[in-house]
């Protein structure tokens, strides 16, 4: 019994073969760009959330330093505030009931 390939046979199996390799060498070309825009985007995800951080922060330092103006009555500082486009309100303290120790 001979079980040879017909010319057909041969360039059918040797085609699919072909696109097959074709196929895996495109598979791996796709995983290597993906892999180097997953590390992009991680890269970027990382700096807002640094930027998140890094906003609470300045956030609490500009509210701390306006509080001070306010208390200390530092005009330089409230200045200086204001040259930043940070402006605020002096409030008064809460009132206290008299009498309290």
């Known amino acids: 019994m001979n079980r040879s390939l017909t010319a057909l046979q041969f360039w059918s199996l040797s085609g699919t073969a072909g696109l097959a390799l074709i196929l895996v ?3 791996i070309s796709l995983f290597m760009s993906n ?4 590390t992009e985007v991680n890269s970027r995800q ?3 959330n640094e930027s998140i951080k890094i906003n609470r ?3 609490q330092l500009i509210q701390s330093l306006a509080n ?3 208390q200390t009555k530092d005009d330089k500082l409230k200045m200086l505030l204001a040259t930043h486009g940070i402006e605020f309100a002096e409030t ?3 009132f ?3 009498g309290a120790p």
Do not use: G, M
């Open 57 to 59: 922060l300045s956030n």
């Open 68 to 70: 001070v103006s306010a």
């Open 25 to 27: 060498l495109i598979n």
């Open 92 to 94: 008064s303290p809460p």
């Open 96 to 98: 206290a009931v008299k």
């Open 35 to 38: 892999r180097s825009v997953q």
């Open 46 to 48: 990382h700096y807002i």
